[in-house]
């Protein structure tokens, strides 16, 4: 790894105090905590972005449960993640992906492992999604992940693994808790010379809040680094994942309300769950520094990711494999005596010819019959961009970037033959227009204007409504976005404040018109995504040798609706609450010990799209408290969850119009438990 440069350190958090610059100048002279510098380098530069972003520090979240991908990504303004009671999520950012079933390949976020591809044209899998292996993750909301080749509604996240740089040469981690839940993690990271690796193996258990949700999941990562010169580095990636997960099905509000711990009657009567084989992804990024101010990124990435469907009246057995390739140039200039930072990129990924599925008729249980379907798919996504960013006067920065986009997608239904075949291939656009002016070294305000460009999954061409008994074409997603914030420090706190609008076009929406057949997908009328995202981590008291007491605290304001649809009118878009608040009030002793409580407040949530009928609002609270050794090697913790044992709906995957019925449509959350944990780290 290239050393840090001192101008990254600490610079959004402690400008502008001559107390606290005196820690950046000892910070610079005394650096020992590669991973703290590393956390730091990414701060600063999501702050040089004009636009919102969020940078989770893992060694937070691991001060408490980290089961999935919700755990990470708590606390966030801008961010919906909730469980849909196993390792799949329901994530929303902006309205990105609102219509998706729950743990489904997620759709309208661009996911990265490390800077290298996840999402495909297939969508984003969750079975590489392992918490414990991270060392932080960058969520960078809307089109600010245009550097990234991110072209997506919702923006972009970028997972950050452990390297041999920020890992113990040992680290043991085991957490226990409610409904048999457990997870045993082992790791080792060293740096040897110019060599570094990290490794890392991980598996978990648990029984599920409802019957027939039991589940498991065992992995491992590892990454090696080696640096051949000053000027020139490379890192090979592997993760590796198998998961297992019974399907209990979605309740309606009177079961959530008596009963939240059952199944579905038909989900046990199948024996519904999702098996998944085991998923792989490889990759390596290999950097050239050309010069002190220009270096040439190239990576590659293969991702194979079968899966085992049994749920409905069916079984699905799907192949997936990808290969991805990126390349980004950047370059660092002077420009009529002004500085400018130029970034040019190519990412492009591929399905392999092996995608494709089968579909067999399921009489009950494990019993199969015959075989009902046959199809492949094939698609492709090849993204070109180009960035600036150019200091018009002191601290006042413009940024400019054009994106071209060129998809594919091919779906061919081979069985029975009548099926029926689709291919689209399409050329787009996303431009961006950007302003930052850093007020002072603790206050920046920033506004861009920016367009988005998302096509459909291919398989979306397989399910989507038929006309004359052929798969329907379908459009890109398209949006425009208008993006005005702020971010500071003051005596409140660290903050960060953001308000968009965008209006989209041909907005991908996914229905279940019948249950227990295929979710049918649709290009919609006119919509409208608008909200605000506000942060707010706050120092209320501190006294030398007593300890501090702090509060953080996210907002998420969320209006989607559309703009006079024929048949819905201005009704709003289902599947996320309009109000979304998290908080969190803690106090520290200097000894390492710390005791916190928590709370989670979410709106009503629409269950269709003619606003029929919905799920309640409801407030959660939680309790934590643990011990950090102050040579940061032994850690334990207690982490109450729900504590007053709410009765409540986690997830709304919508319906069409249920006509104000009762109608299953939601995933109950998890009622009161408790959790606790203990790791080592010999370092």
Known sequence: MRPTLP?????????????????VELDQVLIQDHQQSELEAAADQLRDIPGASNLVDMDKVGQGRVATNQDVLAYQPGVFAQSAGNDGIKLSIRGSGINRAPGAHGSGVYTMFDGLPLTGPGGTPYELFEPLWLSRAEVLRGANGF???????GGAINYVTHTGYDAAPLQVRYEVGSRGYQRRHISSGQVLGNLDYYVALTDAEYDGFQRHSSGSAKGIAANVGYRFNPNLETRFYLRYRETENDLAGRLTKDQIKHDPRAANPAYLARDDRRPQP??????????????????????????????????????????YTDVSGTLNYLRRDTLFGHESKTTL????????????????????????????????????????????????????????????????????????SSGGKVSQHDWDYAPRLGLRYDIRPDLQVYGNLSRSVEPPHPWSLVWSAPVNNQPMKMQNQ???TLELGARGDSALGRWDLAWYYAQVRHELLNVEVVQGLPFKEFNASPTVHQGIEAGLDSLLWEQSGTGKLSLRQA????????????????????????HYYQAELRYDWPSGFYAGINTQMASKVQVDYANSYHADAYALLGARLGWDSPKRDWQTWLDLRNLTNKRYAATVTPGYNDAGQDIARSTPGEGFGVYTGVSYSFR
Do not use: C
Request: charge should be negative; charged fraction near 20%.
């Open 555 to 578: 907002y998420t304001f969320s209006d989607f609706h559309y703009r006079d649809d024929d048949k819905f009118g201005d009704n709003r878009l289902p599947g996320i609450p309009m």
């Open 278 to 319: 085991g998923s792989t992804w490889v990759g390596n990024k290999t950097t050239f520094f050309l010069d002190d101010d220009s270096r040439l990124e190239a990576g590659l990435v293969y991702h194979d990711y079968p899966m085992d469907l049994r749920e409905g009246p069916m079984r699905l057995k799907v192949a």
């Open 7 to 23: 101008y990254s350190l600490l610079a959004l958090f402690v400008a502008g105090s001559a107390q606290a610059a005196n820690r």
């Open 345 to 416: 990129g190519w990412r492009t990924t591929k399905h392999l010819p092996n995608s494709g599925a089968s579909q067999f008729a399921r009489p009950g249980g494990d019993n199969f019959g015959a075989r009902t379907r046959d199809f492949s798919y094939q698609g492709s996504d090849t993204v070109l961009h180009a960035g600036n960013d150019l200091e018009l006067i002191p601290n006042l920065w413009l940024t400019t970037g054009l994106a071209m986009i060129y998809t594919r997608r091919e779906s061919d239904v081979t069985y029975p």
């Open 147 to 153: 550097d990234q080749g991110s072209l997506a509604l």
């Open 478 to 480: 398209t949006a425009t």
